[in-house]
């Protein structure tokens, strides 16, 4: 069984035991539960329900593992040339880990 959930605007697969790295969470504390209720499709046993726009009475929970963690760093390198002008900028995406417990359709 395994839900199609919308979290911080982007869709996830979730499946019981699975790991899950989203957007930042900013009131997230390790070991808090936490409920989605936003539930685009549920497959239960090849039986697929799909929502208009959310499957009513449908939520994942899952529970914070990691609060902060940093995504690898990304390398923005821009140039003109014969302008001697470089620009040389990188940046860190912070994700928050997040472990489902239990989907319930």
């Known amino acids: 069984m395994y839900a199609i ?11 019981e035991g699975k790991s899950l790295f989203v957007h930042h969470i900013k009131d997230a504390e390790t070991g808090k539960t936490v ?5 685009l499709l549920v497959d239960k046993d090849g039986a697929v329900t799909v929502g ?3 499957v009513e009475g449908a939520k994942v929970v899952v529970e914070v593992v990691n609060p902060l963690v940093k995504g690898d760093k990304v390398l923005v390198f821009k140039m003109h040339r014969r302008k001697d002008e470089r620009k040389h900028i990188g940046h860190r995406t912070h994700f928050t880990e997040l472990k489902v417990k239990q989907v319930i359709a």
């Open 5 to 15: 959930v919308e979290i911080n605007g982007q869709q996830f697969k979730a499946e």
């Open 35 to 39: 409920e989605f209720d936003k539930v």
């Open 52 to 54: 208009a726009p959310k």
